[in-house]
């Protein structure tokens, strides 16, 4: 093997054109899907106080929203709601005048090629604020498929081109596939949030989405962050289930999964870079103790070098810009 002082690994970095035609990894607007909060109402632009350049948006701000996403060559919105009213059932998770199915027509009314992808979940809708029916303190997992599935199929209805299913019960996927295809469906892609994790880092979504669980935790449904294995298992059975894309999450605590996953299995992996990792460098940004921009693509990039296709992020349209501006990463 050729070393030192015959191999100097400085060659490779000395001129900033030979730092580009070395970079194993380049982030491009086209990676990425982009997360929106939409709410009833007109006029609205309320910011979202952990999520700085975060809003919810009213379906009328929406749209400027999504064509500038368009502009900048983002493919996809991911669309997360505000319901008028919470209950036990979640009925305006699957009500045809619900906020997420306005936004949906709207969106594919005005901006037809962006990709409308909706979070298919109860926590938004449920008064107590878990992810499914609530039997005593348990989340009853089966009674909950249904309405899962009825809520994919009234987003499918309303004109969404891929569901995604966040609420972490067994069998979701294939509760909501079997639907689909029985509802001239079968060509609506499922990204499947196979491996998601009990995580801190939910806490600035939940203040967003207004979806903090009254009691208890998630922990009896989503994973244990001390798990690799089992989050392989998560996703083999979705996959096994009708998942056309398998995602981790979160994204920069479990970069192993996301190595691992892309390692295991030949289908696409998305990696949400969640709301608390976008806090994190919003509020050390804003202190002046990190660099923003760089600190940004950085944890971005590393996602897509772990071995990610997909990246779901609040920081999207920023990097979409930052690239365009320098064309040279
Ligand atoms: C719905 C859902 C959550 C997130 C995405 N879909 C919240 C949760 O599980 O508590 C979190 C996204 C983020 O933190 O950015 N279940």
């Given at each position: 093997m050729v070393a030192f002082p015959e191999l100097r690994m400085r060659r490779l970095r000395e001129l900033e054109p030979m730092r580009v035609l070395s970079r194993e990894t380049r982030l491009s607007p086209s990676d990425f899907i982009y997360p929106i909060f939409v709410t009833h109402g007109r006029d609205l632009r309320e910011p979202i106080e952990p999520m700085p350049g975060c809003y919810q948006l009213s379906v009328d701000h929406l749209l400027a929203e999504v064509t500038e996403a368009a502009e900048l060559g983002i493919p996809g919105v991911l669309l997360f709601g505000i319901p008028q009213n919470k209950d036990p059932r979640a009925?305006?998770?699957?009500?045809?005048?619900?906020i997420i199915q306005e936004a949906i027509r709207v969106i594919k009314q005005a901006v037809p090629d962006m990709l409308v992808i909706t979070d298919v979940c109860l926590c938004e809708y449920t008064d107590h604020g878990h992810c499914g029916i609530v039997d005593g303190d348990r989340v009853d997992n089966d009674a909950t498929l249904e309405l899962l599935a009825r809520t994919a199929l009234s987003h499918t209805l309303a004109g969404a081109d891929v569901v995604a299913p966040s609420?972490?019960?067994?069998g979701q996927v294939k509760a909501i596939r079997t639907t689909l295809d029985q509802n001239r469906f079968k060509d609506v892609p499922i990204i499947a949030y196979a491996a998601k994790y009990a995580s801190a880092f939910y806490g600035p979504f939940r203040v967003a989405a207004e979806s903090?669980?009254?009691?208890?935790?998630?922990g009896g449904y989503q994973m244990d962050p001390a798990n690799r294995r089992m989050a392989m298992r998560e996703i083999e059975l979705d996959i096994e289930e009708g998942a056309d894309v398998v995602m981790v999450k979160p994204a920069l605590a479990y970069l192993d999964v996301i190595a691992r996953a892309r390692d295991s299995f030949n289908y696409p992996i998305a990696a949400y870079n969640v709301s608390g990792e976008f806090s994190m460098l919003k509020a050390a940004s804003a202190n002046g103790w990190l660099d923003e921009q760089r600190a940004a693509v950085e944890v971005l990039t590393a996602i897509k070098r772990a071995g990610a296709d997909i990246i779901l992020s609040y920081y999207a349209k920023d990097v979409a810009r930052w690239l365009r501006e320098d064309g040279s990463r």
């Open positions: 009925r305006e998770a699957y009500d045809e005048q619900g609420a972490m019960m067994d903090a669980p009254s009691f208890g935790d998630r």
